[in-house]
């Protein structure tokens, strides 16, 4: 009887194309892959070279590569069924993968090292696209982007020891929650979220420098404020004839052509949410007066 290799119906013999599918149906179908079963990508002859394939993967946003020893002591470069297909769009800009695995992978270590120096290189500008001091780099704040990464971090190494705990117990007996191929499958989504982790805390590492300037550059503009824009200067330019709100937005307007005037490479929406935060405290003090 004829199969639907798309939505796995079956069709009476005459009938040639799946009608709901609109492709052409198979005498028989082919093994179904469970979602979240490994599957091989290429072959690898060492765990170093395995874990820059995965950190390339992981870049791009493959959660699941991982690296399965074989007998023979080489590894194989695998990933879950569901992304198998986003990983093989990864390594198109180098070969298909049925070329890969007619020669030696280890062939594209250069390139991949490049790609990964230029997704590093990327990473490292985005950080410091929106940093600038007054000589050098925009505005944005990282501290809380640093807390989130390093709880984070935390948080998935946590899981990943309480995980391969829980894969200890079952595979000791004291408790019976998985079989050897769903135990294989958790060790992997256990072993996915110590890189998790572990990248989180480089990175949150890496940026913990930028906290740092992000607090200097803040000081340095919070201390001219202070210097500057005193309750007096801001008094100063409003205008008796205008209403209140009409006031808001010129004398706000105002102290942030100021700020940009002395900080020019500062974001625009930091120094408007910078003068909209004194702007208040001004009206804040002068209604306690």
């Known amino acids: 009887m004829p199969w639907c290799p798309k939505c796995r119906n079956e069709y ?10 609109g492709v052409e149906l198979v005498d028989e179908l082919p093994e179904e892959i469970a979602p979240d079963a490994p599957v091989t990508l290429c072959q690898v002859k ?18 699941t590569a991982g690296l399965l020893p074989e007998e023979d002591g080489t590894l194989q470069l695998v990933v879950a069924q569901f992304e198998k297909e986003a990983a093989d769009k990864m390594f198109a800009d180098f070969s298909s993968m049925d070329e890969l695995a007619e020669k030696d992978i280890s062939e594209l270590i250069p390139d991949i090292e490049k790609q990964l120096e230029e997704l590093q290189s990327e990473e490292a500008n985005a950080m410091f696209s929106e940093l600038r001091t007054e000589a050098s780099s925009v505005y944005v704040k990282k501290k809380d982007k640093y807390t989130d990464l390093k709880f984070s971090g935390v948080s998935f190494i946590i899981f990943g020891i309480l995980g391969f705990g829980l894969l200890a117990l079952n595979i000791l007996g004291v408790v019976s929650l998985f079989n050897k191929f769903s135990t294989l499958i958790m060790a992997l989504v256990f072993v996915v979220f110590f890189v998790v982790g572990i990248t989180s805390l480089l990175r949150a590492k890496k940026l913990k420098n930028i906290v740092s300037e992000e607090e200097k550059a803040t000081d340095k503009v919070l201390d001219w404020v202070d210097e500057n824009i005193t309750d ?21 307007s105002q102290l942030c052509q100021m700020v940009a005037e002395e900080f020019p490479l500062f974001s625009k929406g930091y120094i408007d949410q910078l003068m909209d ?7 804040e003090n002068k209604d306690r007066d």
């Open 277 to 283: 935060e004194r702007y208040n405290a001004y009206c």
């Open 46 to 63: 060492d765990k170093e070279t395995g874990a820059k394939f995965i950190a390339y993967l992981n870049y791009g946003g493959i959660q």
């Open 232 to 252: 007096e200067r801001i008094a100063s330019l409003f205008d008796s004839e205008l209403s209140e709100e009409d006031n808001y937005f010129q004398v706000h």
């Open 12 to 21: 009476v013999e005459g009938i040639t194309t799946c009608v709901d599918c």
